[in-house]
């Protein structure tokens, strides 16, 4: 099995940042995509961040200029650098990773609550 460990969130004010890191272990193998997505009260969860073992990434226009995503491969940790928060970036943010081990894996973090208040 493969499980991931959030980390990092919190309380923030507008225009501060902070930064979410995603820890997995198990049985990995090969990890393909990892990413960061996001649920706010009464909206659907939507995509953030992803990055592939290539190294491409790709963000919601919402985030675009504001957030990164890195990963640190040697770790299994991929991070969500969130620069200029506002108010709308509030929800929960979820992990996710997918990737080839045994068969086919795609695995969920718990979710870490991330609030933007002034």
């Known amino acids: 099995q493969v499980h991931l460990v959030e980390s990092g969130g919190g309380l923030a004010q507008p225009g501060g940042s902070l930064r979410l890191s995603c820890a997995a272990s198990g049985s990995l193998f090969r990890i393909n995509v990892m990413g960061w997505y996001r649920q706010a009260p009464g909206k659907q969860r939507e995509l953030v961040a992803v990055i592939t073992s290539g190294g491409s990434t790709n963000y919601a226009d919402s985030v675009k200029g504001r957030f990164t995503i890195s990963r640190d491969n040697a770790k299994n940790t991929v991070y969500l650098q969130m620069n200029s928060l506002k108010p709308e970036d509030t929800a929960v943010y979820y992990c996710?990773?997918?990737?080839?081990?045994?068969?086919?894996?795609?695995?969920w973090g718990q979710g870490i609550q991330v609030t933007v208040s002034s």
């Open positions: 996710n990773v997918k990737g080839t081990s045994w068969g086919n894996y795609d695995s």
